[in-house]
Nanobody, 113 residues
Framework: QVQLVESGGGLVQAGGSLRLSCTASGRTFSSYIMGWFRQAPGKEREFVARIGWTGGSTYYADSVKGRFTISKDNAKKTVYLQMNSLKPEDTAVYYC??????WGQGTQVTVSS
């Protein structure tokens, strides 16, 4: 199976930046789409961004487009989410995903006003 571990969350002020990392171990498939989701208290988990593991195609939710950038390092089996111009509404637990079957433990991002 594939294990995913996120890191890089924390507390920042509005307008600040954070970079999240997600490192995969175990079986890895080149066809997997890697992505980030987030879940705020009392809300459903929502899509944030995705990237093809080998294709390099990226796609973003409208709410983060222009502010967040997803990237990857295949040699390190790591996916990143660079988050700039953070807003309080970005506050959530952020989860890394591989395809639809594998999820990380989540990392908390809190953006203060």
């Amino acid at each position: 199976q594939v294990q995913l571990v996120e890191s890089g969350g924390g507390l920042v002020q509005a307008g600040g930046s954070l970079r999240l990392s997600c490192t995969a171990s175990g079986r890895t498939f080149s066809s997997y789409i890697m992505g980030w989701f987030r879940q705020a208290p009392g809300k459903e988990r929502e899509f944030v961004a995705r990237i093809g593991w080998t294709g390099g195609s990226t796609y973003y939710a409208d709410s983060v487009k222009g502010r967040f950038t997803i990237s990857k390092d295949n040699a390190k089996k790591t996916v990143y989410l660079q988050m700039n111009s953070l807003k309080p509404e970005d506050t959530a637990v952020y989860y890394c995903a591989a395809g639809s079957d594998f999820w990380g433990q989540g990392t908390q991002v809190t953006v203060s006003s």
